[in-house]
């Protein structure tokens, strides 16, 4: 009679944990631990297949999400902090004696100028560096969670390719404008503060981005240049800059006389206090450059701090005329070439 009974209760009934435990049963129709410990404390074929249906599984699934993303968040924390710690270091490195002594040779004895660069390119390059890691960690997050949630990747996968090739055609322009953009911060062409001409602008650099430059004229024009379109940039801003001046004066006047006062001013300029930071040679006049006329047009030149050659080139023609008036000598008004 016992045996009777025991057979016709529930948890004697041969096969009913894997019946009670089905809903999260492995592709192998194995009940799984979690699953299996139920139904032995409870012995309730209907609790333990509630579990197995509404918790079981979907508290594995939510686990395993949550696992995932924080795990995602750790990485891409850590690589942050990497990517942050090595541009700073970049940034902020103190130069060796060698390289401050080729930085005296290259950058005319301003190795703060190259630090500033530096500086200011581990910057950019931090920043694009941390979004690429960002993407990249949270988009294999992001498609690990729904291979997790029984979505089947391999046609989003296809979906995404195709998109993408039909993107990649019709944006052909904006990834070339990133690609220079990349190559313009990793070759240090320019940088915010520069004076360069692109071209079809010139002016100062305010902002630099992977897709753009943004720059203002003389006349306090922004311009937006993408930087896919940029085909040659000159920098006047960069290691050094020379002040160039083509002095016309009367074709009667004695050359050497002329070129004795344009070297005495040139010289004057040079050793003022205030200039001697900005001047970083001594002045030369290169002598006659062209006869233009009635005109003799004598050419001086001047090495100076970078972004500095219209500065000093203001100066010193008011110091000419000072000189010119001085010494009796005529500027002449060159003939227009032809």
Not at 40 to 61: C, E, G, I, M, Q
Not at 100 to 105: G, L, P
Not at 180 to 203: P, R, T
Not at 257 to 284: C, F, H, M, N, Y
Request: hydrophobic content about 45%; charged content about 20%; overall charge neutral.
């Amino acid at each position: 009679m016992s045996l009777v009974l025991q057979a016709s209760l529930p948890w004697a009934q041969k096969g009913t944990v894997e019946t009670a435990c089905q809903a999260s049963a492995g592709a192998d129709r194995t009940p799984t631990a979690a699953c299996r410990l139920v139904w032995n404390v409870s012995h309730n074929t209907d609790f333990t297949r509630f579990y197995a249906t509404w918790l079981d599984k979907p508290l594995a699934t939510l686990l395993w999400i949550t696992l995932t993303f924080v795990v995602a968040l750790i990485v891409k924390n850590i690589a942050h902090r990497m990517i942050t710690k090595v541009t700073v270091r970049m940034a902020e490195g103190t130069m060796s004696e060698k390289v401050k002594e080729r930085s005296r040779t290259v950058f005319d004895g301003s190795p703060a100028l190259l630090n500033q660069r530096r500086a200011q390119r581990a910057k950019t390059l931090g920043s694009v560096l941390r979004s690429i890691a960002s993407i990249l960690i949270m988009g294999t997050a992001a498609f690990s969670i729904l291979g997790s949630l029984g979505l089947n990747l391999a046609p989003i996968l296809a979906s995404a390719s195709v998109i993408g090739v039909a993107v990649g055609f019709g944006a052909q322009n904006i990834v070339k404008d990133f690609l220079a953009g990349l190559f313009m911060l990793l070759e240090d062409q320019y940088g915010v503060g520069d004076v360069i001409d692109v071209g079809s602008a010139k002016g100062t650099v305010e902002a630099v981005t992977l897709r753009v430059t943004r720059m203002r004229d003389v006349n306090g024009v922004v311009w937006y240049v993408p930087n896919g379109e940029i085909k040659k940039v000159g920098n006047e801003s960069q290691n050094w800059g020379r002040a160039v001046l083509d002095i016309p004066v009367d074709i009667s006047e004695d050359t050497e006389k002329v070129k004795e006062i344009l070297q005495a001013a040139a010289d004057e300029l040079a050793e003022t206090p205030s200039w001697e930071g900005v001047i970083l040679e001594k002045p030369s006049v290169w002598g006659v450059q062209a006869l233009a006329g009635d005109a003799l047009v004598i050419r001086v030149v001047l090495k100076t701090a970078p972004g500095r050659q219209a500065d000093v080139a203001r100066e010193l023609r008011e110091r000419v005329k000072r000189a010119f008036d001085e010494a009796g000598v005529s500027v002449a008004t060159p003939a227009p070439s032809a």
